[in-house]
């Protein structure tokens, strides 16, 4: 037995293949803890001596360790390279040789997947030759920019203008015992609040109108101030806002506009387009009137030498003259809506305002024209129509006219009906002054302005 264990262990090829089989198979934990191949059972009472192998041959020394996974992919030395080498001559397993233990650690054994190597870098496109396909490369690979026409007025500026700032100055009241108080004692109270509700309205009046726009007042039955007001509130606009305002007499049944503010030129809406040569403001401004206030007035035919009706066509040319030269044009309509010149400026205003008296005959005849104007597809101009209740009349009406005003708020927006009071200035049919107008009246008026102006920058305007 003992010369058989020589032999076999003292053999080249089985030193070789040995020393290969175990190297390969056990891993180096196990191979340095286990005991030294050959060795008897620990059964066995007395294990037999063991031999001392040669030296390994240079082809056993050459052979590399055997290659385990790294256990961190940044420790390089770990990584071997794979050297090819003959395979082994197997011994024939005679039972004098111990089959190699498994390892219990079996998860040391199982091939680690490697890391993914580094991502190539992607090479830059070859320079374009032509300066559109270089545009084309420069939109494709940025994302598309707002342009300043889809912002519109979002910018950051535009919203500064409606943050309120307090002055370190007070403004010193200009009416009432806060006035006299600051003249006698210089003692400055600031504004009262009712000053401060009149400088909001001038607020509200100020906005810019795009383009010329346009306002009709109208009224079904007569003599319910349609005229006065629209005097009236062509000259509290012309007053506060400070720019071109027109009025015109569209009423086909002999209007007394011009009377009514002021007849300075004999000149009709007639003359006017019977001009050919009409380029500059001044030649419109031959044939205005103008009153105190700088409201402009062009008057209608008289109604004796008129050789026919006002109609829309007359309408429509005098707008499509005037509204480059005027930044608000009013019309002072008939009362009738089936008129053609009703007609023709219902297609063109952006504003309406519908005049009753304080009366149940003059509030059924605004209702019916509310009516009309919703059946007749005027719907989204009744939403920007204002009703003005207009007392004619001293004294108290038959009518609850706080009442009619929840009626009337119904059908069109809130804080668009007014009441005006019975005014003695406009009683008296003469010419139509702003300063002599009552404080009262007045100041409806401004809010009347204030109400039509809010729809000044609206969208859906005509």
Request: net charge neutral; aromatic share 6%.
């Amino acid at each position: 037995m003992s010369a058989d264990y020589d032999r076999l262990f003292h053999s080249p090829d089985a030193v070789r293949t040995a020393d290969e089989d175990s190297e390969r198979d056990i891993p180096p934990s196990v191979r340095d803890n286990a005991p030294p191949l050959g060795s008897p059972p620990a059964s066995e009472a007395t294990p037999p001596p063991i031999p001392v192998a040669p030296p390994r041959t240079q082809a056993a020394q050459q052979v590399p360790p055997p290659s385990w996974p790294a256990e961190t992919p940044g420790h390089a030395g770990n990584q071997h390279h794979a050297v090819h080498h003959p395979a082994p001559q197997r011994v024939p397993n005679n039972g004098m040789m111990r089959a190699p233990q498994a390892s219990p650690q079996g998860a040391r054994h199982e091939q680690r997947a490697a890391p993914p190597p580094p991502a190539r870098p992607i090479p830059a496109p070859p320079p374009s030759h032509s300066y559109a396909e270089s545009s084309d490369q420069r939109s494709a690979a940025q994302p598309p920019q707002p342009s300043a026409a889809s912002m519109g007025n979002h910018r950051a500026i535009d919203a500064l203008s409606h943050v309120g700032v307090r002055s370190a100055v007070k403004m010193p009241s200009q009416r009432g015992w806060r006035h006299w108080l600051y003249v006698t004692t210089r003692i400055n109270l600031g504004l009262s609040p009712d000053e401060v509700y009149e400088l909001d309205l001038f607020t509200r009046i100020r906005r810019n109108a795009r383009d010329s726009y346009q306002i009709g007042v109208f009224g079904l039955k007569g003599g319910v101030g349609k005229t006065a007001v629209t005097v009236a509130l062509g000259s509290a606009l012309s007053n506060i806002r400070g720019d071109r305002i027109l009025a015109i007499d569209a009423d086909p049944d002999g209007g007394n506009l011009a009377d009514r503010a002021g007849r300075q030129s004999a000149a009709t809406i007639a003359d006017l387009l019977s001009d050919q040569e009409l380029s500059r403001y001044n030649d419109i401004r031959a044939y205005t009137s103008m009153n105190s206030s700088n409201l402009e007035v062009l008057s209608s035919e008289e109604y004796s030498a008129a050789r026919r009706e006002f109609n829309d066509d007359d309408w429509r040319a005098a707008t499509e003259i005037v509204s480059r030269y005027y930044n608000l044009v009013l019309a002072d309509c008939g009362a009738g809506l089936f008129q053609p010149g009703a007609r023709g400026v219902l297609s063109t205003v952006s504003g309406l305002v519908i005049v009753a008296s304080a009366s149940i005959d003059g509030a059924r005849q605004a209702a019916i024209t509310m009516d009309w104007l919703r059946q007749n597809g005027y719907q989204d101009l009744l939403g920007r129509s204002c009703v003005v209740i207009n007392h004619v009349t001293p004294g108290k009406p038959n009518i609850d006219v706080e009442d009619l005003v929840q009626q009337f708020e119904r059908h069109v927006p809130a804080g668009r009906v007014i009441v005006l009071p019975w005014d003695k200035h406009i009683a008296a049919g003469t010419e139509i002054q702003l300063g002599l107008l009552g404080k009262a009246f007045r100041r409806r008026v401004v809010e009347l302005a204030a109400a039509l102006s809010d729809d000044f920058d609206r969208l859906e305007r005509r």
